[in-house]
T-cell receptor, first 112, second 116 residues
Framework: TQLLEQSPQFLSIQEGENLTVYCNSS?????LQWYRQEPGEGPVLLVT?????EVKKLKRLTFQFGDARKDSSLHITAAQPGDTGLYLC????????????FGTGTRLQVTL | GAVVSQHPSWVICKSGTSVKIECRSL??????MFWYRQFPKQSLMLMAT?????????EQGVEKDKFLINHASLTLSTLTVTSAHPEDSSFYIC????????????FGPGTRLTVL
């Protein structure tokens, strides 16, 4: 069974702070995705990384895929209350996103 | 584009009854649909993979006779929870992939099931 461990599990910070969420596995993935999920809703795709060492930026969010394609990180700069939610990484090792393994999740709360 | 809907958004039922949840791809044809279950404050766990016109493939530990999946058309998959028990209470989420493009999974908004 492939496991994707995320850390931290829960993070409560104030507006303006920076944070990093980690997603680690012992398995190699052909691609890795990051999602944000709000209560009572389905997850929304933020980014897909496919190349080892790849870095992608989405406004204040920076995503990195490890060189060995076993781990990834999400860095948020100057967090805002609107960033609050459950962040999930999901790995695909089939090359077609036909079967995703979701990480354990990181619940982020950003307060004023 | 690439919108997936679920119906109902929430449902409450009595123990022993069956509940059907629908997953529809609104603006694309989905050759493959996935069903996930999410318990409170936990991540998504894949239950089964559903391909149009064929039997669903269930993940280890998921009872196929309890969670009936029917993917009768390219835009509709249904999950029926049979003889529901309180431990089946959960958030059920479907996703769909399009045969064209990047095989990205598009997620529905989820269905909250509460079994009394």
């Amino acid at each position: 069974t492939q496991l994707l461990e995320q850390s931290p599990q829960f993070l409560s910070i104030q507006e303006g702070e920076n944070l990093t969420v980690y997603c680690n596995s012992s398995s190699v993935f052909s691609s890795l995705q990051w999602y944000r999920q709000e209560p009572g809703e389905g997850p929304v795709l933020l980014v897909t990384v496919v190349t080892g060492g790849e870095v992608k930026k989405l406004k204040r969010l920076t995503f990195q895929f490890g060189d060995a394609r076993k781990d990834s990180s999400l860095h948020i700069t100057a967090a805002q209350p609107g960033d609050t939610g459950l962040y999930l990484c999901a790995g695909d090792n089939t090359g077609t996103a036909s079967k995703l393994t979701f990480g354990t999740g990181t619940r982020l709360q950003v307060t004023l | 584009g690439a919108v997936v809907s679920q119906h109902p958004s929430w449902v409450i039922c009595k123990s022993g009854t069956s509940v059907k949840i629908e997953c529809r791809s609104l603006d694309f044809q989905a050759t493959t649909m996935f069903w996930y279950r999410q318990f409170p404050k936990q991540s998504l766990m894949l239950m089964a993979t559903s391909n149009e016109g064929s039997k669903a493939t269930y993940e280890q530990g998921v009872e196929k006779d309890k969670f009936l999946i029917n993917h009768a058309s390219l835009t509709l998959s249904t999950l029926t929870v049979t003889s529901a028990h309180p431990e089946d209470s959960s958030f059920y989420i479907c996703s769909a992939t399009s045969p064209s493009g990047t095989d990205t999974q598009y997620f529905g908004p989820g269905t909250r099931l509460t079994v009394l």
